[in-house]
């Protein structure tokens, strides 16, 4: 056999794509050399008019790796700080980004195993292998890539000179016109500075005396910068200008995003949902990051227990029906979504989005971001879309009426209909359709599944403490996971360490209820019975509630106690077959 078996699986992905006919792929493997794989590229490409594109998606589907568009990737001062250059140049490899505990890693390479292993060793991270074009890879790997960046301190030396003078009004020009202006570099490096830090929201805080930065990392804020309070208006008025938000407006809130790359050199290729409100001491503004190249991690990274991952990767393969994600903003639902469509988008599904905001772009979906100042929302996407008839629907939220009737007619309609609600928990999911209209019968019918979630804090792994738990600790532990006996857990060091920046916490791990409907729950939901007796027939059709999983978390050395209890408190449901859980069951036979 003259091609290798990757090389042959390659082929027969880019023939199973429809980019090469069978009787090229008959040419390709029956030739006698042995072509090396760059050589084999070059043939495809040049004999066959595959794109390196096409290339690239054939290579990830016969190795199972996600593709990384390492051109679009810039290289910056935190690129090498895990893995140095040389290592890198070395094995042809890109660290181009950190989700939670995982180190994004885009390899020109993946076949060489021992790579992925040994930069486990040197960071302490697991890594998330994606695949790049090589030719990108070198390019990235050039020393003068690298360019050394504005400190903020020199801005805020420069700002300080400027406003020594307590005379000093500032200009509108100081705003708009002079590249250079110490508030617009501060405003750029303020947003350049968080997004490497890999920060979700920006604060931008106006107090008596100054103004404070502070950005909210791993579910936490933290405070990054301070700076005289008369910086405050110019700082706001910047970012209110980058918005094209109404700058003479400070009593009213205002929204806007900002497109961040019109504003930078460095092709940072970001956008900012800004929300600015008038507080006490000025104009206070929230930055949402939205990276529109942030890497979805796989649905096996993202902490589900492997019970729930099997049972939630057969409903996501249903044809068709509804399946719903629920928490509070920040719970890591879009993420969960987004992994799981990367896992079902195959060139031979059609899958329609509808976001606002578009948060992750994959490759193969047709996203529609909303508008609501010209009237796009979601009920006008789903109506648009039902008309287009794709096989999957996401629509960023439900939370009206009108979308939740489309929403709910497209999943009886033979789509796959995913979304998301503000709801704490899966039972109490199923009502507030009810409240917006929904009849139970077709909430029933049309309900795959509802999964809801949060994120705890990951324990540091090189610092957190062993402890058998007492008291409460050990009753809540034990009733939750019907224990005999109390396990040994393990609590955040105070002070933490150096891996954890004294934290004592590091990453997130996510917890979840997974609520996969069945002939008992749709009985339950047809007799609209309370959000509490629903949650005892979820429970006895084997759901784990987030406090259960919790737990679990707990018990397996991943959080601790206090996160967990803080997030989630204890079921007030007993727990197990016992004489509760019963009761739905007892009413079924007495009709
Ligand atoms: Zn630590």
């Not at 202006?181 to 350049?192: D, H, M, Y």
């Amino acid at each position: 056999m003259p091609l290798g078996r990757t090389q042959t699986q390659i082929i027969d992905k880019l023939e199973e794509m429809g980019k090469l006919s069978a009787e090229a792929k008959g040419v390709l493997l029956a030739r006698p050399d042995e072509p090396t794989g760059d050589q084999l590229d070059s043939i495809l490409q040049a004999d066959h008019h595959i794109t390196m594109f096409q290339l690239l998606l054939a290579k990830c589907r016969a190795l199972g790796l996600a593709p990384f568009n390492v051109a679009r990737y810039k290289v910056h001062t935190n690129t090498f700080e895990k893995i140095d250059l040389e290592f890198c140049q070395k094995n042809m490899i890109l660290p181009v980004g950190q989700v939670g505990d995982f180190l994004l890693v885009a390899f020109a390479n993946p076949f060489d195993t021992t790579v992925a292993t040994k930069i486990q060793d040197k960071t302490g991270q697991r890594v998330v292998r994606l695949l790049g074009r090589e030719a990108d890879i070198r390019d990235k790997l050039k020393k003068d890539q690298v360019h050394d960046e504005v400190q903020f301190s020199d801005v805020v030396d420069k700002l300080g000179t400027q406003f020594a003078d307590d005379e000093t009004e500032i200009k509108d020009e100081d705003l708009e016109n002079e590249d250079s202006a110490p508030i617009i570099q501060l405003a750029n490096r303020i947003i350049e500075d968080a997004y490497f830090a890999g920060t979700s929201d920006i604060h931008v805080e106006p107090w008596e005396k100054e103004v404070v930065v502070r950005y909210r990392i791993d579910g936490l804020t933290q405070e990054k910068l301070r700076l005289p309070a008369k910086v405050a208006g110019a700082l706001v008025a910047r970012l209110k200008i980058m918005c094209n938000l109404d700058i003479a407006e400070r009593r009213l809130p205002q929204d806007g995003r900002i497109v961040f790359k019109q504003y930078n050199k460095k092709n940072i290729d970001v956008d900012l949902r800004v929300s600015t409100a008038p507080l006490n001491y000025g104009e206070g503004v929230v930055m949402r990051i939205l990276d529109k190249q942030k890497s979805t991690l796989p649905l096996s990274a993202l902490g589900f227990t492997e019970a729930n991952l099997a049972k939630y990767r057969e409903c996501i393969r249903q044809p068709y029906g509804m399946i719903l994600h629920c928490g509070p903003t920040g719970s890591g639902k879009s993420m969960t979504l987004y992994a799981a469509l990367a896992e079902i988008n195959t060139p031979d599904v059609n899958i329609q989005t509808a976001e606002d905001p578009i948060e992750y772009t994959l490759p193969g979906l047709n996203q529609m971001q909303m508008n609501k100042q010209i009237g796009l929302d979601f009920q006008r996407a789903l109506r648009c879309y039902l008309r287009m008839d794709p096989d999957i629907i996401l629509v960023g939220e439900i939370r009206d009426k009108e979308t939740a009737q489309i929403a709910c007619e497209a999943a009886l309609t033979g789509h796959l209909l995913v979304s998301t609600l503000h709801t704490n928990d899966a039972p109490s999911t199923v009502s507030r359709m009810g409240e917006m209209g929904i009849e139970p019968f077709n909430i029933s019918a049309a309900l795959v599944c509802v999964c809801a979630q949060r994120l705890l804090r990951r324990v540091c792994k090189n610092c957190k403490v062993k402890y058998t738990p007492e008291g409460r600790e050990a009753d809540i532990i034990m009733k939750a996971l019907d224990l005999k006996e109390v396990p040994e857990i393990f609590k955040a060091a105070p002070g933490g360490c150096h891996i954890c920046g004294g934290n004592g916490y590091k990453g997130r791990v996510g917890i979840h209820e997974l609520m996969v409907n069945c002939e008992e729950i749709v009985e339950a939901i047809n007799k609209e019975v309370e959000v509490a007796d629903l949650k005892r027939v979820c429970m006895k059709n084997g759901m784990k509630t987030m406090h259960q999983d919790s737990m679990l978390k707990v018990k397996f050395g991943l959080t601790t106690m206090e996160d967990a209890l803080s997030n989630v408190p204890a079921d007030m449901i007993a727990v197990g077959g016992g004489g509760e859980a019963a009761e739905p069951k007892a009413k079924k036979h007495g009709h």
